[in-house]
Nanobody, 128 residues
Framework: QLQLVESGGGLVRTGGSLRLPCAASGFTLEHYAIGWFGQGPGEEREGGLGISSSGGSTNYADSVKGRFPTSRDNAKNTVYLQMNSLTPADTAVYYC?????????????????????WGQGTQVTVSS
């Protein structure tokens, strides 16, 4: 079964940090760009950042640029989202998603329909 699994979510105070791994099983992430999306309570799922299959290119929304670096370790079939300087506005379920790309420098777009596979999401709650 092809799937992505996020982990690492939880409750953290304002200013804190979390690291979210996104691990693939049943397929290799080597040729997939990965996007990260957040869905707050009562809101639509929004894209915030992406990383190319090579890891050499990234794409960040202004709201997370400089705070949420993403990286990947293709040998471990895992992508990581480092969440820093968290605020209550960052409270959401976070999803990773994969899109097959022949361009190793393509970092994806913030459009959910583009993506082929999705994780189940992990809850991040930031208290004030």
């Amino acid at each position: 079964q092809l799937q992505l699994v996020e982990s690492g979510g939880g409750l953290v105070r304002t200013g804190g940090s979390l690291r979210l791994p996104c691990a693939a099983s049943g397929f290799t992430l080597e040729h997939y760009a990965i996007g990260w999306f957040g869905q707050g309570p009562g809101e639509e799922r929004e894209g915030g950042l992406g990383i190319s299959s090579s890891g050499g290119s990234t794409n960040y929304a202004d709201s997370v640029k400089g705070r949420f670096p993403t990286s990947r370790d293709n040998a471990k079939n895992t992508v990581y989202l480092q969440m820093n300087s968290l605020t209550p506005a960052d409270t959401a379920v976070y999803y990773c998603a994969a899109v097959l790309s022949l361009d190793s420098d393509y970092a994806g777009v913030f459009a959910p329909p583009e993506y082929d596979y999705w994780g189940q999401g992990t809850q991040v709650t930031v208290s004030s």
